[in-house]
């Protein structure tokens, strides 16, 4: 049987008691040179590992459970079962992720996230004594090897559910395949667009195509541009979504782009586009482009002499950009689908940034949604009553009800439905001279 409202109850009353925690014992946790280190756990789990090596006010007052307490309720609940005569599987709870780590762009944080989640977890004595296993494959940016890899996961290992996958390819060649075999995901990092528009995947980020909606919103509205533009790359399958997006804008505020390219060369020179950007008066250039692109965007805008203000999504918003750009990045302005990682003082990644320093993981966003899709399936996982099958993670899914994470500016949605794109929100931090700065203290919405 599932139980869908003990893991809401959960997570909710750990990220209250978390943040409330860290707020009482600031002045105690910094370290020796005043910077705060850490944040708290959105969820009252503490950790899994890898088998291939490879604010609810009324929880407020409540302290959220340790590794140890964790680990000791769940040796209670095994007890339980085994005194009322029920059979307690000890098999491995077999959890699998598809990502991109080879080709072009990879994004290899995501799932080394998740798993220093689930190495903590099985440390703490596992689900109900029994050990998440999680399997990673690599679909190295090409569409044949996503499909053999969700294959091997969904019918060889027989996983049951994916969490923490980031790829740049996978939802549009696996999503039929997860709903045609009753298999859910939460995605650590959704990009394309059937990621955020299939039954059987709920992404924890807030993507790139309603990132794009954000930033645009926030260059008109907030910055106050006059002629706002976008530009993005040829990517096949696109399109529509970029449109969508824009829309999306364009409908909230009235506005309407002053100049548009959705055809730029991934691996082009971006001198022509710059170019076409100051040639068309454009105050605010909204770019969907990987990290390497906002470098040379940058480094092209000083070079030429150019005013106009870049703005971009998550995927530019690294320590390795602001270190490479320095002075040059001066003025650059990016979306943070979650609390921005380079904010060492807040207390919602307190937990978040201890546990990686720990497992050795970068940190970046794409770490925050593999923490993040990992945690909350921790929290699914501990409200099942009975078997974890691939059918009772189902259910508890499609059963899930909205949570704040703390990490996101909308709650975090799984439930029914034929799309999920409940990550709506951004901060916005800006480069000044190599150092990311938050903008935005709240959070942007497009209403």
Request: with cysteine.
């Amino acid at each position: 049987m599932v139980n869908s409202t003990k893991p809401i109850a959960r997570i909710a009353l750990a990220i209250a008691a978390a943040v409330l925690i860290s707020a009482a014992c600031s002045s105690e946790s910094s370290t020796a040179d005043g910077e705060d280190q850490g944040g708290p756990a959105p969820t009252a789990a503490a950790s899994t590992t890898a088998s291939d090596g490879s604010d609810d006010s009324s929880a407020a007052g409540e302290a959220a459970p340790t590794t140890q307490e964790t680990s000791a309720a769940t040796a209670a609940d095994a007890d339980d079962a085994t005194e009322d005569g029920d059979a307690v599987s000890t098999e491995p709870i077999k959890l699998g992720a598809i990502s991109t780590l080879t080709g072009p762009a990879s994004f290899p944080e995501s799932h080394s996230a998740a798993q220093a989640v689930f190495d903590r977890v099985n440390a703490a004595g596992g689900i109900n004594g029994r050990m998440i296993e999680y399997i990673v494959e690599d679909d190295g940016f090409d569409p044949a090897l996503a499909a053999q890899g969700a294959r091997r996961l969904g019918d060889e290992i027989g996983v049951v559910a994916m969490v923490g996958s980031a790829s740049v390819l996978e939802c549009a060649v696996n999503a039929q395949y997860y709903a045609e075999i009753g298999l859910f995901a939460i995605q650590g990092t959704g990009i394309d667009p059937v990621c955020f528009a299939s039954s059987n995947i709920s992404p924890v980020n807030t993507g790139p195509f309603f990132s794009d909606a954000v930033a645009l919103f926030y260059a008109s509205q907030e910055l106050g541009a006059e002629n706002v533009c976008f530009g993005a790359f040829d990517v096949p399958g696109f399109g529509p979504a970029y449109d969508a997006a824009v829309a999306e804008w364009a409908a909230a505020t009235g506005k309407e782009l002053t100049y548009s390219d959705t055809a730029l060369i991934f691996d082009g020179d971006l001198t022509p586009f710059m170019l076409d950007l100051e040639s068309h008066g454009c105050d605010a250039a909204v770019v969907q482009a990987n990290d390497f692109h906002y470098v040379a965007m940058m480094q092209i805008r000083e070079a030429q002499g150019l005013d106009v203000q870049v703005l971009g999504l998550t995927s530019g918003y690294t320590t390795a950009v602001a270190e490479q750009l320095g002075s040059v990045g001066n003025g650059l302005i990016l979306a943070s689908e979650f609390e921005p990682f380079t904010d060492t003082g807040s207390a919602v990644l307190r937990d978040w940034r201890q546990l990686m320093d720990e497992a050795g993981v970068p940190q970046t966003s794409f770490a925050e949604g593999g923490y993040l899709a990992a945690t909350i399936m921790v929290g699914v996982l501990e409200g099942i009553d009975g078997e974890i099958t691939r059918e009772s993670v189902a259910q508890a899914l499609l059963n899930f009800e909205p949570i704040e994470t703390g990490m996101t500016g909308t709650p975090y949605a799984f439930g029914e439905g034929a799309a999920h794109g409940s990550n709506r929100a951004a901060k916005f931090v800006e480069l000044v001279n190599g150092q990311w700065v938050v903008r935005t203290p709240q959070w942007i919405v497009v209403p």
